[in-house]
Every structure is written in C-alpha cells, then in structure tokens.
C-alpha cells in the first residue's frame, strides 16, 4: 500500500494518483479544523454514555433530577446541575431539592463514585467546550468565507459548515485544470458512456458515492465514502428539510423541502 504511492501505474491521466485521496492538503489551518472537529466528535461520544451512566446511579440515589435537561451552559461551559453533582459548582435550588428527596427515606445518599462520575463529565464537558470555541473562531477566517456563504443558504450549523469545509477545500481537488473531470468509456452495451469522475469524486467525500448491487431481480444501492458526513447530512436533513415547515426560509429550503415530500 505504501509503495504504490510511488508506483507509476498508479497515476491517471489527469497526472492524479488513483486512490490516493485526501481529506486535506498543506493548509495548517484546515488540518487543525479537522483534528478538533474529530477530537469533539469523541468527546461528545464519551460523554453520551456517562450521561446515560450518570442517570442510571441518580434514578437510586437522587430519582427526582433523572429526567432533568442535562444541556451544557455557553456561560460556564458545563452541565450546572453535574457541576454541582462533582463539587464544582454551588447552587442552592439544587441543594433544596436535593433536602426534600425521597431518598432519604430510604437513608441512601448521592455516592462518591456518582460524584466523581459527574466530575469526569465535566471535564469532558469543558474540553468539548473548548474546541467548539476554537471551531466557531474558524467562522470568522476569511479564506474560507465563500465556502461559508454557500453553507449559510443551506442552513448548516456549525458541525456541518466545519465538517463540510475540511473535506471540500480546497475546490479544486475535484477539477482538472479548473474543469470538471469527464471521461469516456465503453459501457455493457457497447456504446461510449460520459462519466462524470469530478462528481463522483465529490459525492464521495460527502459520503453519497454509490454503486448498484444485482441480486436476482432485485437492484440495491450501497453507499460509499465518509460515513461522518452522510450520517451529519442526514440529521441536517431531518430537521431542517423534512418538516412541512422546513427551517430554511429561502428558495433553496423550498425546492428541497417539495423534492422531499415527492419523493416520500
């Protein structure tokens, strides 16, 4: 695998050596985006199952917060009511509520270990914090403003706009000499077919490439490429497309908010 790099075989005509895709180039920058980006996606992983964990010790040892919204403060950069579950954080409804639960009755009471859960939550909850406050810094470059301004009219948030800008910057990866990559071929009937490898080079890096599989009489479609992406443009789509009162107030929402339901 690693010598094919140099292998000689492995470049097409358009001098690009097959295979060999990249996510990014030489931009520091967008290197740096990148790392960050997958470095929050793990964090968010992580803390997903010690929520789930954390909720499960609380349903015993404090039933009456389980259901509580465990969203993260823009002030504090932490969960407030797991920041005061570890120490770190001093709040007197909570502790009030806290007077007043059942669990007393019981003589049971919020044990060290869900404590230190709660402080490894909150560590995780500021690292993640962190990095979104470098990832929204990158909004501001001005490099990568036109890529933006496309992004804005599709109403992606900040996960999309940086997660769709390391992998389509630059443009021109998907261009031969500035021009979209076309090629003839002969196909099963014989005749010469267009091929569109720009585009499917694209539709790869969004994770939507796709190949035909033939089994007996019946056709079915495999996706290729990056499954980060496809599963973020999915979520995108659901919430921002799929509702009858699509979430993006402009033509582009329109037409794929119609297309969808016909489609449905």
Known sequence: ??????????????????????????????????E????????QKLRTGLIAQLRQRLAFEF???????????????????????GNI???????????????????????????????????????????????RSALSLPQYKSYFDVFDRFGFGLDNHILL?????????????????IEREAGKNGKMQKRDRSLRKFQAYLGMSYSYRQSGDKNSRSFHGSS?????????????IAPKDYRIKSDIGRDLSKRYHELR
């Not at 292998?7 to 030489?26: C, P, Q, T, V």
């Not at 960050?36 to 964090?43: D, V």
């Not at 806290?98 to 669990?103: D, E, Q, T």
């Not at 021109?172 to 990559?181: C, E, P, T």
């Open 89 to 135: 954080h001093h709040d007197v409804c909570y502790e009030n509520k806290y007077k007043l639960s059942v669990a007393h009755r019981l003589d049971i009471q919020i044990s060290n270990y869900t404590r230190s859960h709660a402080l490894v939550i909150c560590d995780l909850e500021l690292r993640t914090t962190a990095n979104l406050d470098k990832l």
């Open 228 to 240: 980060l992406v496809r599963s973020h443009l999915y979520a995108w789509a659901v919430c921002m």
């Open 1 to 34: 695998m690693a010598a094919s790099y140099f292998d000689d075989r492995f470049i097409d005509e358009a001098g690009k050596r097959r295979f060999m895709n990249y996510y990014y180039g030489d931009d520091v920058i967008i290197t740096s985006l990148r």
């Open 63 to 85: 039933p009456e917060i389980v259901k509580h919204d465990f969203s993260i403060s823009l002030i504090r950069g932490f969960t407030p009511i797991i920041g005061w579950l």
């Open 165 to 181: 800008l390391y992998h389509c910057y630059p443009f021109d990866k998907f261009l031969v000499n500035g021009k979209a990559w």
């Open 36 to 43: 960050l980006f997958l470095e929050k996606e793990q964090l």
